[in-house]
Structure formats: C-alpha cells, structure tokens
C-alpha cells in the first residue's frame, strides 16, 4: 500500500551528503554501550498506527537512537519520556521501547519526524530540512484523511509541521502562530480542521531541568485525545 511504498522509498534516500555521512559513521563507529547491536544507520519513515486520529511530531532520529533501533523515537531518553507517557495515557500497549521487534504497538497514534536521518549534534540545516520536507509532506498527507490532532514536540517539529500543513493546502495563518507547551491552533485543511498542540520536547535539557513534568507531557496528550475523539 501506499504507506509501505513510501517506507520503501524513503529508507534508500541518499539527499542529503553530510547527514548520510554521520548516520553511517555512527552506525560503524557505535557507541560503547551498544557495541554488541547492530545498527540501523539509514532514514527513518514514520511509524505506528496506520491510521492515525493523532500525529506526534518531531524534529528527527537520535544517532544512537533511532538510528541505531530503525524506529523513530526509540531508543534514547527522550523516547524513554515519550512511551512511558503514551503508555499512560493509554495510546501504547507498553511502557517502554527497547528495539524495533520489543512488540510496541500505538492505537490512534502515528510518530513522524521532520527530517529523516539522524543529524549531528541533533541539529539539521535548513537545507537538510528542506531536503527532506517532500518526505514529510507525504507522511503526513498519507495521515491526514483520520488525524484530529498533531501534538508537535519542539519549536523545529512545530514549525517543520506548519509548513508541511500549509503546503497541503492548509490555512495557515500569518504571522505564524507562537510555540509553546500546550498551545492549541486549530488549523481548516481540505480534509477537515486539524488542532495543532505544541510540546516541550522530552529531552534531556528539558526534563532533567523540570521545565517538562511527566503530568505535562500526558495532559497534553490527554488533551489531544480528547481532540481526536479517542
Ligand atoms: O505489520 P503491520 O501491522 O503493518 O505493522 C507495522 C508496525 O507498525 C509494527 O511494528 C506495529 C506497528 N503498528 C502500530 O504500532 N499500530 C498499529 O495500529 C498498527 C501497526
Ligand atoms: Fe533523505 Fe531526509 Fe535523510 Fe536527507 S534527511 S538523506 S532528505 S531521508
């Protein structure tokens, strides 16, 4: 199906020569820890339920994780916060993702990211971001008939998700509506008005400073349940 399709496509994407270089260097290279796994070291396609009612939103894969596991999110402390609170609110099946064959399952809920390649110091260029918009256009156009609600984790996944809205003919208004946690914009698009949330992206500087809380994180998503009609 087209999904699939898409995966395929995606998982040989070469666009992009730095991000192509650090993805594969980190693969061989691997960090001590995970020495005795095997890598993924390629892009990383969207994942979860194939029709989703929410979308969550990211910037891109980790390099030891989601690059090393092959499933977006997974893998680092940031999907450690991220599946605890999905589990909690009752959108995955367990609490914790460990690889991408660990028998995860989200119901209602798929995970994209705006660029696909793990890039270094967690930070693509705009080149790189432009790069892989076509893919995350597709994404989320293949998304949008069934999603309600798009929780974005970070001011880059917000901003990467208001362009990809806009260019699949979404009213986005101008100037641009602000990030911030648990912001709310409803968004008409040719399929229905979408609600976009913003999140503090669960990483580190975030949560290890207090500025995200395990009860922020899930009342966000308990609120884009609700949205969603879930
Ligand atoms: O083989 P499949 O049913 O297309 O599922 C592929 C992949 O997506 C598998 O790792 C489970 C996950 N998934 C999910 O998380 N939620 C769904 O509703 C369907 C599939
Ligand atoms: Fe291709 Fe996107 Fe990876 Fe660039 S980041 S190489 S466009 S999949």
């Not at 991000?19 to 796994?37: I, M, N, P, Y």
């Amino acid at each position: 199906d087209d999904l699939h399709e898409l995966e395929a496509r995606v998982s040989v994407c070469r666009a992009c020569p730095r991000l192509v270089e650090w993805r594969e260097d980190v693969a061989v290279g691997k960090r001590k820890s995970f020495a005795d796994q095997p890598y993924w070291g390629r892009p990383i396609p969207g994942w979860g339920d194939p029709a989703p009612r929410i979308l969550i939103a990211g910037l891109a894969p980790a390099a030891n994780g989601g690059n090393r596991t092959g499933r977006v999110f997974t893998g680092d402390r940031s999907g450690d916060w991220l599946f605890a609170s999905l589990y909690r609110v009752g959108l995955a099946n367990q609490p914790t993702s460990e690889h991408a064959g660990d028998g995860l399952r989200l119901t209602g809920a798929r995970m994209i990211a705006a660029v696909r390649c793990a890039p270094p110091a967690n930070k693509p260029t705009p080149e790189e971001r432009d790069n892989c918009a076509p893919w995350f256009r597709r994404e989320l156009e293949l998304s949008l008939a069934t999603t309600r609600a798009i929780v974005c984790l970070g001011k880059f996944g917000y901003d990467a998700l208001l362009n990809g809205l806009a260019s699949l003919g979404a009213t986005v208004p101008r100037p641009r509506p602000k990030f911030g946690h648990a912001v709310e914009h409803q968004i008409p698009t040719p399929q229905g008005e979408i609600t976009v949330l913003g999140c503090f992206h669960p990483s580190q500087q975030n949560t290890f400073t207090g500025k995200l809380t395990e009860p922020m994180l899930d009342a966000v998503l308990i609120r884009a349940k609700w949205l969603a009609g879930l």
